[in-house]
């Protein structure tokens, strides 16, 4: 069975540090995987995706399958940047599955 | 161009009702998935629909079931309504399949449902 695990619920870190939020996956083969964002008040969008090797708002974040991680970094988190933010994976049997989220606050 | 539109937004049932929630993706999309939103299980998938046919389902039971029309628009039915069914329930649209790319899906705001 395939899981994406969000370790931490809350998260809070000051305006211009750097921020990681982690995310660990369970899945034998090779994952897709996504990084979503629910701004206050706002519709849960797309934030990256592995295979685009994007930066979005200044966010990266590396597939390391080792570690079967998907952490999502910023070096200079902006109040901006407070959210919700999930993790997801889609496998082989092309569900989409999603961790718990982690709640970041960016406070000035 | 319009987004994802859900409706109703909000609703009240009681246990043993039956409810019906509606999807409008954007225009063009032909892949509508939806979500059960709880503050226990996170966002859970239920089913996703393309071009009217049922690609993938959730570990939901038969209670829940969802059909597509031709137009791409997307209804999700819950009978026998438990109180445990009060959740957001989300609905997201995409161009192509979720099982056929890594593609964007793009959300609606959700129909928030309780049940009595």
């Known amino acids: 069975a395939q899981r994406v695990t969000q370790p931490e619920k809350l998260l809070s870190v000051f305006k211009g540090a750097p921020v990681e939020l982690k995310c660990n996956y369970s899945?034998?083969?090779?994952?897709?995987l996504f990084w979503y964002v629910q701004y206050s008040r706002q519709r849960l969008q797309l934030l990256l995706r592995?295979?685009s090797r994007e930066s979005i708002k200044g966010f990266t974040a590396d597939l390391n399958k080792g570690e079967t991680s998907f952490h999502l970094k910023k070096p200079f988190a902006q109040e901006e940047d407070s959210a919700m933010y999930y993790c997801?994976?889609?496998?082989?049997?092309?569900?989409?599955?999603f961790g718990k989220g982690t709640l970041l606050t960016v406070n000035p | 161009k319009a987004g994802v539109t859900q409706t109703p937004r909000y609703l009240i049932k009681t246990r043993g009702q039956q409810v019906t929630l509606s999807c409008s993706p954007i225009?063009?999309?032909?892949?509508v998935s939806w979500y059960q939103q709880t503050p226990g299980q996170g966002l859970q998938f239920l089913f996703e629909?393309?071009?009217?046919?049922?690609?993938n389902k959730g570990n939901f039971p038969g209670r829940f079931s969802g059909r597509q029309f031709s137009n791409s628009r997307s209804e999700m039915n819950v009978s026998t309504l438990e109180l445990g069914d009060s959740a957001l329930y989300l609905c997201?649209?995409?161009?192509?399949?979720?099982?056929?790319?890594?593609?964007?899906?793009?959300f609606g705001e959700g129909s928030r449902l309780t049940v009595l």
């Open positions: 997201a649209s995409s161009f192509l399949s979720v099982a056929g790319v890594a593609g964007e899906l793009f």
């Open positions: 629909y393309f071009s009217e046919t049922q690609r």
């Open positions: 592995h295979i």
């Open positions: 997801a994976l889609i496998g082989s049997n092309y569900k989409l599955t």
């Open positions: 899945y034998s083969g090779s994952p897709e």
């Open positions: 225009s063009g999309h032909r892949s």
